[in-house]
């Protein structure tokens, strides 16, 4: 009885699990700014430029700012693309929905604002796309990556700081966060196979199971807001 | 009682009573998951329906600040507003889906002409309610895509096994996807 036991609860922790619908080739983002593009398009003073400007803007309001530089987001399209990756990651803090993500393409040219629903009447499709002409995509055109982008957050946080309010109190803005229910399925069953084996624990079970629930971001959605543009 | 039974009888009873007790955890679980994902499907398609309205409510302000230039036509301009209050006196899903389809058209229209007049950029009002048509329509689609992520996820729930069994005597049917070319596989 014992020794079936153990793929017993394999096979059942297996079929019951239920896989995410649309995952694969969306990034996982961990950090404020990403650049995934090949050869790289930013610096890294200029990365930790943006990435200081987007922590002051989380610590000061906490809502959250992801810029992500890719080559291309084909299949989707850009604005597919941004709206799922924002989803898959919860840009923005859970319940506020506070985040923006700026999606800038060097292949196709084009770049994205996608701002969640907590946001959209501060940052409302005239604002952002105005910001976009104004600030992006001239800098773009002249090959200027990090100005564009660098002024386009700074206009963008400098209106979150000033006319959003977070809320209660802030905590200190965190890249780790940890999915403590999925922490707390791995341990029972950890518990459970290490009393049914007597000891002999699996510590590989651990890795049957995704720890982290999404990067560092707080769980916000979108619902399409935003404007887009060509450079 | 439990005197008078053997001990291997005693240990069948108490292992019929745990599984019933699974049985019925399991049972009120799937439906409670059933119910919920349900709700979450109406819910999201109420938020589609509320990007509609959006659209429409932003017809008049756009027909308004884009009349004074030349360079968009008065007929577009005449059916945009007709078809908006065409849209507001039909309630049936099927009519306003139709209407719906003819405005697109001619917002369409108003796009491209837009587009076509550098010089109309220069008007930050009309920029503006441009930028807000563009994100509304993208809000649309970016609604519709999470209608049907919902549907998915509540019809896999019904038709897979063993929710499957639970389903079908509760009554939960499999829902439509929203589909604007219907025909596919």
Known sequence: ?231 | MTLTLGSRRRLTLVGILVIVLVLLAWIVAAYNSLVAKDQGVTAQWAQVENQYQRKIDLIPSLVGAVTQYQQFERSTLENITRLRSQWLNTSGIDQRINTSQSLDQNLFAIRVTYENYPDLHSDQLVAGLMDELAGTENRIAVERMWYNDAVRSYNTAVISFPNSLLAGSFGFQPRKYYDPIPGGP
Request: with cysteine; aromatic share 10%.
């Open chain 1, 1 to 231: 009885m014992r020794t079936l036991a153990v793929p017993i609860l394999l096979v059942f922790g297996v079929a019951m699990s239920s896989f995410p619908v649309v995952a694969q080739d969306l990034p996982t983002i961990y950090l404020y700014v990403n650049d995934l593009t090949t050869p790289g398009t930013l610096l890294s003073d200029e990365f930790n430029a943006l990435e200081d400007l987007c922590y002051q803007v989380d610590s000061l309001t906490s809502a959250e700012i992801a810029i992500l530089v890719v080559n291309t987001t084909q299949p989707w399209g850009i604005d597919t693309f941004a709206a799922r990756t924002f989803s898959a990651n919860g840009i923005g803090k859970a319940g506020r929905d506070n985040g923006v993500l700026l999606v800038v393409s060097t292949d196709e040219r084009a770049w994205r604002f996608e701002v969640g629903y907590g946001l959209e009447g501060i940052l409302n499709d005239a604002l952002v796309g105005r910001i976009g002409r104004d600030n992006l995509t001239p800098a773009l055109q002249s090959g200027d990556f990090f100005e564009g982008i660098y002024d386009a957050t700074y206009v963008a946080g400098s209106e979150i700081v000033s006319r959003y309010d977070g809320g209660s109190a802030n905590p200190e803005p965190s890249l780790l966060v940890l999915d403590w229910k999925a922490v707390a399925v791995v341990v029972i069953v950890f518990l459970a196979i290490s009393i049914v084996t007597r000891g002999r624990s699996f510590l590989w079970i651990g890795a049957l199971f995704n720890l982290y629930r999404r990067g560092g971001f707080g769980g916000g959605r979108t619902g399409g807001g935003g404007a887009r543009g060509k450079f």
